[in-house]
C-alpha cells in the first residue's frame, strides 16, 4: 500500500475551522477544540497541516508537567531552555504567527489545567492559535475551566468518512484496483473509520496477490473480513447481544 497523505473531507472541516479563528473578536479567543471518534484520522489529519503551517505539534501525556510542555515547544521552534524561555517562546510564536496543536490535550487538564493555564498565559501575548486535539466525552473538562473555556472560538467534529473520502483513498493509496462494489463494502464494514479503511486495502491487496488479480471487485473477497472488530468478538465471548 502507497504511503502519503489522503485529503478528505475532515481535513476541510479543519481548514474551514481554523479560517474562522482569523475572524474572531477578542485577540486571546484563539483556540480550537478538535474531537472525533478513536482511528477518525485526527492526529494524521492535524499532524499534516500542522507540517504544512509550521505549527508546532506536541503529543501530551499523562503526568506532563508545565515546565516540560514549555521546555518540549521551545525544543520545536529552536528556542533554548533558560530563566526566560517562556518570553522567548512567546516572542518566537508572536513573531511567527506559528500555531501550537496538544494532541491528547485531556492531559493537560491534570493538576487543575495547570499545563492549559500555562499555555494560555504564553499565547494570550502572542495571539496565535491553539489546537486542542481531544476525546468528545472529554469536552464539557474545558467547558468547566472558565479562563480555558472562554478562550476556546470554535469546535471542530471529524466525521465517519464518507463514501466518496474512502473511494479516494482506496484509489490514492491501493496497488490494485479497487471496484466500486467493494468500495462501498469497505465504506460499510468501517463504518466510515479511516483507520479500518486502510486496514481493509491492505487485507485487499493481500488477497488480490494470493489470487493473482490486479482488479478487485466485492465478488473476490466476499469470504475474507476486511474489518476486525475485536469489541464484536469480547462482546460476543461474554454473552453480550
Not at 494560555?120 to 476525546?135: E, F, Q, Y
Request: charged share 25%; proline share 2%; aromatic share 4%.
Amino acid at each position: 500500500m502507497k504511503t502519503h497523505f489522503v485529503k478528505t473531507s475532515n481535513l476541510t472541516r479543519l481548514e474551514d475551522g481554523v479560517q474562522m479563528l482569523s475572524e474572531r473578536g477578542a485577540r486571546e479567543a484563539a483556540w480550537m477544540l478538535v474531537t472525533g471518534r478513536p482511528g477518525e484520522g485526527k492526529t494524521t489529519t492535524l499532524y499534516n497541516w500542522g507540517s504544512r503551517n509550521g505549527a508546532v505539534y506536541l503529543t501530551m501525556q499523562q503526568g506532563m508537567t508545565p515546565g516540560k510542555m514549555v521546555s518540549a515547544m521551545a525544543e520545536k521552534v529552536g528556542v533554548a531552555i533558560t530563566r526566560n524561555t517562556e518570553t522567548a517562546l512567546g516572542a518566537r510564536l508572536a513573531q511567527e504567527q506559528t500555531a501550537v496543536i496538544l494532541d491528547e490535550a485531556q492531559f493537560a487538564l491534570a493538576e487543575n489545567g495547570a499545563c492549559l493555564e500555562r499555555l494560555r498565559g504564553i499565547t494570550d501575548k502572542s495571539g496565535t492559535p491553539v489546537v486542542l486535539v481531544a476525546m468528545e466525552r472529554d469536552v464539557w473538562k474545558f467547558g468547566q475551566r472558565e479562563q480555558i473555556g472562554s478562550r476556546i472560538f470554535n469546535w471542530v467534529e471529524f466525521k465517519p468518512s464518507s463514501l466518496e473520502d474512502v473511494a479516494t483513498a482506496c484509489r490514492q493509496l491501493a496497488e490494485v484496483q479497487i471496484a466500486p462494489d467493494l468500495v462501498e463494502r469497505i465504506h460499510a464494514d468501517t463504518h466510515g473509520r479511516m483507520r479500518g479503511v486502510l486496514n481493509a486495502i491492505s487485507r485487499i491487496e493481500m488477497a488480490a496477490k494470493g489470487l493473482g488479480i490486479a482488479d478487485v471487485h466485492a465478488s473476490h473477497v466476499r469470504r475474507i473480513q476486511l474489518v476486525q472488530d475485536y469489541r464484536a468478538g469480547h462482546d460476543a465471548k461474554a454473552g453480550k447481544p
